[in-house]
């Protein structure tokens, strides 16, 4: 079983930054590929953001690319989302979740259903 907190989250302005971070327990982070996803208030939850095992490949949501960065520190079993340019639209929820990957496999994945853990979430709330 995969434990995933995550924390990081407020209410900013349009323009600021924040830095997401999700601390993982329960196995060894380097198995596990790595997601953000984020949903507003009436909307579906959807992909912000994934990364893979080793760090090495990342892929993001069109909403996002350039302004938003996933990162991963194997050391200390976290992964992080550091938020640029924020805009009111980015105002979700957002959620990391996590997916055991085999030994030597390079995935990300986009998808909710390719995901077997989940954190509670954190509130991100962007002022105009």
């Known amino acids: 079983q995969v434990q995933l907190v995550e924390s990081g989250g407020g209410l900013v302005q349009a323009g600021d930054s924040l830095r997401l971070s999700c601390a993982t327990s329960g196995r060894t982070f380097s198995s596990l590929a790595m997601g953000w996803f984020r949903q507003a208030p009436g909307r579906e939850r959807e992909f912000v953001g994934a990364?893979?095992?080793?760090?090495?490949?990342?892929i993001y949501a069109d909403s996002v690319k350039d302004r938003f960065t996933i990162s991963r520190d194997n050391a200390k079993s976290t992964v992080y989302l550091q938020l640029n340019s924020l805009k009111p639209e980015d105002t979700a929820v957002y959620y990391c979740?996590?997916?055991?990957?085999?030994?030597?496999?390079?995935?990300?994945?986009?998808?909710?259903?390719?995901?077997?853990?989940w954190g509670q979430g954190t509130q991100v709330t962007v002022s105009s």
């Open positions: 990364i893979s095992r080793s760090g090495g490949n990342t």
């Open positions: 979740a996590a997916s055991v990957v085999p030994t030597n496999m390079v995935v990300v994945f986009t998808l909710l259903k390719q995901y077997n853990y």
